[in-house]
Every structure is written in structure tokens, then in C-alpha cells.
């Protein structure tokens, strides 16, 4: 990546500069820190990777941006990123790097259900809070943890507005196509109850390798039950060739989970794309009628960069975790603790039709769902 966001050589050298001076830590290093510290472990290598490549360049916008203006209480935000290539164990070893050898006051923007619930009872020990998890497992979510918080609406939020949707347009027997992998098995129980909540049937059901390499038979397959509206349960690149399959085969309007509308997965199904629905769990980023979405487009057009979805929802993120800081900051307490009291401070605030609602005993801050249509020339429609 172009971004300062630092590589694993960059934080073992840091690692290195940190042990030579003897820094020791706990509230009182955080506190007197030039810096402040956020760490990050996520899949910057892999099939997946290139879903997460422009929500990272997003969040990094908004740190820089945030810097330019004087950083948070004075000092300078600063994410160290190391690459867990998906990998629950090596999230795990990250993290422990993270906090104890960086001494990062938060950690944010980690990926991939099975690697957040690996290093959740770390936090737990550490005292250390995660904010803005990219991904919306309820799993996550069905228990209240001390210092995890979540930015955005969780998938079964997603469904919910996709099922409603479908009842309401009398599309109320739905095929389901699953993502073979953690994913979509963990998915397909949340579509199902869902379902039978709003009054929807599940008339067909198929499973898709991560590959892709079986989207033709899927769709085949889930043709004979005659669906009226097929749920896509996936992510990454094997969504390009499964939903040119249910074009091919079914016919049927689909419907997809925010995560799989990665911008250059959108602009791969070229036509095929055309008439897809996706939700979104952020406001529609090319309508500047708020002060957040004003800022994001200023900043992309200093950085030269078309507004999207991908970029929004790593700044968004971003900008959520910068308001815990901020608070924090307000308290003269740039530690651990003062970040997760400021994120639990945040309250009801809307930052610019994002309407949040953090507190003590909530920690999962947003259920923000909409559903977009793509039209021509990839363009969203809502």
C-alpha cells in the first residue's frame, strides 16, 4: 500500500527502538507518548485481500486528515498494521505484539469473524478495547464484551432489511446461495430465522466453494427449487462468477450482503451487476448534505480518488474511533482506559446521517441499513 500505515518490518523496528530506551509501560507511558498508538491485524495478504485494500486506504485518509489539523489533544495518530494473512493464531501473536511490545492504547479495524473471537479474551487480560471490527457477525455481538464496540450494523441487521424488503415487494420464497467457509455456514442459520420471523420461506439452498469454481452448478441446482429472490451469502472474488450464474440460470432479483460489494468485484460483473441489490450499513457517500460526507469527499479529492462505498466505510470507521480519541483526550486520558470510557461517552451523536449510540452497557454503536440498487455504469441508486 501507498499509506503510512506501518509494514510488520516497520513495527519490529519499532519494537527494537521502543526496547532500546527502556520505555516501560502502563497508563502513565500512554499518557506521556508523543504519539498515540492504534493497532491493527488484518489480511493484507491472501484471496481476501483485496476486499479490505480501499477501506484501508479510507481509514488512513482520516488519520491523516486528523493530523493534519494537530492530531488528537496534541499528539499525532498513529496505526501500525501487521499482516494475519486471515489467520486466527497469527491475529492472536499480532495482537500480543501490538500491546505489548508497540504499546498500543486501542486496537481497531481487525477482519474476519474467527480472528476477532481469537483475541477477544486478550482484550479482556490486557484491558485494551477494539473498535470498528470490519464485519457484522451477531456472534459477536450476543454477549456484551467489556472492551470490544462495533461502528457498524451487524449482518443479521442486513438480513433483516433484505427479507423485509423481499416480503413487501410479495417476493416471499427465497433461494439461498452460501459461501462454503466460516461465513456462510454461520449465515445460513441467521437467513433462516429471519425468514421465519417476517414470513419468508427458504425453498432452496446451495453452497458455494470459495473459489468459485462450482458457481455454474450452484445456480443450476438452485434453479430446479424456482425461487422469486436468491440471498448471496458471500464475499470476495468467488461473487463475480456466482452472480453471472444466477443471471445465466435463475433470473431472479439477488440480493447481497454489504460486504460483498467491493468496488472492483461491482465493476468485474460489468452488466451482470446491473439490477443488484446490496445493502449498505453507511449513508450514501456522494450526497454532501452533511458535514461527514462533505469531509470525506474534500479529503478524496485532495487525494485524487473517486468517491466510493469501500473508501467511506474504512473513513467512517475511522472517524468513529477518532471521536472515542477525542473524548478521551477531553478527560486527559490518552490510556486504555480513557479510550474505552471515551468511546462509552460517545452516547447518542449523529455524525452527519450516521446516527451512533454508544454507553456503558452498549457497545455496539450503529444498526444503519439501506439498500442500494446498482444501474447503469455500476452506479448506485437508492
Known amino acids: 500500500m501507498t499509506h503510512p500505515t506501518w509494514t510488520r518490518r516497520r513495527a519490529l523496528q519499532s519494537?527494537?527502538?521502543?526496547?532500546?530506551?527502556?520505555?516501560?509501560?502502563?497508563?502513565?507511558?500512554?499518557?506521556?507518548?508523543?504519539?498515540i498508538r492504534i493497532g491493527q491485524s488484518c489480511h493484507l495478504t491472501g484471496p481476501l485481500a483485496p476486499t479490505l485494500l480501499l477501506p484501508l486506504k479510507g481509514q488512513q485518509l482520516a488519520f491523516d486528515e486528523v493530523n493534519k489539523k494537530g492530531g488528537i489533544g496534541g499528539k499525532p495518530v498513529r496505526l501500525i498494521t501487521l499482516d494475519d494473512a486471515y489467520d486466527p493464531k497469527k491475529?492472536?501473536?499480532?495482537?500480543?505484539?501490538?500491546?505489548?511490545?508497540?504499546?498500543?492504547?486501542a486496537l481497531f479495524g481487525y477482519a474476519?469473524?474467527?480472528?476477532?473471537?481469537?483475541?477477544?479474551?486478550?482484550l479482556a487480560e490486557k484491558k485494551v478495547p477494539m473498535i470498528g471490527a470490519y464485519g457484522g457477525s451477531p456472534v459477536l455481538r450476543a454477549k456484551q464484551h467489556p472492551y470490544f464496540f462495533t461502528t457498524m450494523a451487524s449482518y443479521r441487521d442486513e438480513v433483516v432489511q433484505m427479507i423485509r424488503n423481499l416480503v413487501t415487494t410479495l417476493k416471499?420464497?427465497?433461494?439461498?446461495?452460501?459461501?462454503?467457509?466460516?461465513?456462510?455456514?454461520?449465515?445460513?442459520?441467521v437467513v433462516e430465522e429471519v425468514a421465519k420471523e417476517l414470513g419468508a420461506t427458504i425453498v432452496g439452498k446451495q453452497s458455494l466453494e470459495v473459489s468459485g469454481a462450482d458457481a455454474a452448478a450452484s445456480a443450476q441446482a438452485l434453479a430446479a427449487s424456482k425461487p422469486q429472490a436468491v440471498l448471496l451469502l458471500a464475499f470476495g472474488p468467488s461473487t463475480v462468477p456466482m452472480i453471472k450464474a444466477l443471471r445465466n440460470y435463475v433470473g431472479v432479483p439477488v440480493y447481497a450482503l454489504s460486504i460483498a460489494n467491493a468496488?472492483?468485484?461491482?465493476?468485474?460483473?460489468?452488466?451482470?451487476?446491473r439490477g443488484m441489490a446490496y445493502t449498505q450499513i453507511i449513508p450514501y457517500p456522494w450526497r454532501q448534505t452533511s458535514a461527514v460526507t462533505?469531509?470525506?469527499?474534500?479529503?478524496?479529492?485532495?487525494?485524487?480518488?473517486?468517491?466510493?462505498?469501500?473508501?467511506?466505510?474504512?473513513?467512517?470507521?475511522?472517524?468513529?474511533?477518532?471521536?472515542?480519541?477525542?473524548?478521551?483526550?477531553?478527560?486527559?486520558?490518552?490510556?486504555?482506559?480513557?479510550?474505552?470510557?471515551?468511546?462509552?461517552?460517545?452516547?447518542?451523536?449523529?455524525?452527519?446521517?450516521?446516527?451512533?449510540?454508544?454507553?456503558?452497557?452498549?457497545?455496539?454503536?450503529?444498526?444503519?441499513?439501506?439498500?442500494?440498487i446498482v444501474g447503469p455504469n455500476g452506479k448506485y441508486m437508492r
Open 263 to 273: 468496488k472492483q468485484l461491482v465493476a468485474a460483473l460489468g452488466e451482470d451487476g
Open 294 to 372: 462533505r469531509d470525506f469527499n474534500a479529503v478524496m479529492k485532495t487525494a485524487n480518488i473517486d468517491v466510493d462505498y469501500d473508501h467511506f466505510y474504512g473513513y467512517l470507521n475511522a472517524r468513529v474511533l477518532l471521536e472515542g480519541l477525542k473524548r478521551a483526550a477531553a478527560n486527559k486520558a490518552l490510556t486504555s482506559a480513557g479510550v474505552t470510557s471515551g468511546m462509552e461517552s460517545i452516547g447518542k451523536f449523529d455524525m452527519g446521517g450516521f446516527p451512533l449510540n454508544f454507553g456503558p452497557t452498549r457497545h455496539h454503536g450503529s444498526n444503519f441499513v439501506e439498500i442500494t
Open 172 to 189: 416471499t420464497q427465497i433461494g439461498v446461495i452460501y459461501q462454503n467457509h466460516a461465513f456462510g455456514q454461520l449465515m445460513l442459520p
Open 91 to 105: 491475529a492472536v501473536e499480532n495482537t500480543a505484539k501490538l500491546i505489548d511490545d508497540e504499546k498500543c492504547v
Open 15 to 35: 519494537t527494537a527502538a521502543a526496547a532500546a530506551g527502556s520505555l516501560a509501560w502502563g497508563s502513565s507511558w500512554a499518557q506521556d507518548a508523543k504519539e
Open 112 to 122: 474476519s469473524t474467527a480472528n476477532v473471537a481469537a483475541v477477544l479474551p486478550m
